[in-house]
């Protein structure tokens, strides 16, 4: 009798282990499939990054200065290689002249094609941001060039040039990552609004296009090569994770006046 007994209590027990592998399994799949189903995204990429190579002062300035500002005249424009692509963009003729810089090169890595349309022997300035958000900026007598920004929130009008990047907070995708000290975490990366005084869209992360857009008295094409805006859904683990945010735009040649263009956006499908 205690051995029929026995028996029923282990048939019982394994029913039980087996429901409850089912039920937590179920929403395991639940809750992974949101972010495993098809193709990973393209930008799972990195956000852009960008270095220089010259004296050892101006190194130091680019890399930890709040704000910097030199001109300098174009060399050449070298196209990235895979996977980093983006540009090498080789200067001479470094001002102001204290730095000694004599030649300098600036490595932007994109993860995706991306390089402004300038010559041989244009004058060109640049001005980088380092502190919350990173910002690096190349302009030339028609204005801007190249445009490379990460940080915790897109740039406000009159801050971001001629394109004006807004989260939608639409979710295009989750991503399941491991963070800091281990703690599993899940991002949401959202679609984001992107507008021009000719044109408006609304991109997935890591979607180009080109838009028509106006600037300092010209109207230019537009290359947006990548862009992202992520935010924490869930963590294992307490703690602060701000949002995140980039974008990679270079100006590319002057629209014909009174082109449409697909009404001033050509998205780019390959």
């Not at 300038?118 to 640049?126: A, D, F, I, L, M």
């Not at 958000?133 to 920004?149: A, T």
């Not at 000290?181 to 991002?187: F, K, R, S, V």
Request: glycine content about 10%; hydrophobic content about 40%; aromatic content about 8%.
């Amino acid at each position: 009798m205690l051995k029929g007994w026995h028996d029923r209590v282990l048939h019982v027990g394994v029913a039980l282990v087996a429901s409850l592998a089912a039920m937590f399994g179920a929403v395991a799949c639940s809750n992974v499939s949101r972010y495993v189903q098809g193709p990973q995204p393209v930008a799972a990429r990195p956000a852009p990054e960008w270095t220089l190579k010259g004296p050892d002062a101006l190194v130091e300035a680019f890399n930890t200065w709040p704000t910097l500002t030199f001109a300098a005249t174009v060399v050449a424009v070298e196209p990235g290689t895979p996977p980093a692509l983006g540009f090498k963009l080789h200067l001479k003729d470094i001002s102001p002249v204290s730095w000694g810089a004599s030649d300098v090169t600036i490595t932007v890595s994109a993860w995706t094609a991306a390089r402004p349309l300038t010559r041989s022997g244009t004058r060109v300035t640049v001005a980088l941001t380092n502190g919350n958000g990173r910002e690096l900026m190349v302009l030339d007598g028609n204005g801007l060039l190249f445009h490379g920004f990460t940080g915790e929130m897109f740039p406000g009008e009159g801050e971001s040039g001629p394109l004006l990047f807004a989260t939608t907070h639409e979710p295009s995708y989750y991503q399941a990552v491991q963070g800091r000290d281990l703690c599993g975490q899940t991002w949401v990366h959202s679609r984001m609004s992107v507008v021009s005084d000719l044109a408006s869209t609304t991109l997935s992360p890591g979607e180009r296009a080109r838009i028509r857009g106006s600037h300092n008295g010209n109207t230019w094409i537009w290359l947006v090569a990548s862009s992202d805006s992520s935010f924490l859904d869930e963590s294992d683990c307490p703690g602060e994770y701000p949002p995140a945010v980039f974008f990679v735009v270079a100006r590319e040649t002057r629209a014909a006046e009174g082109a449409d263009d697909f009404k001033g956006l050509k998205k780019i499908t390959k």
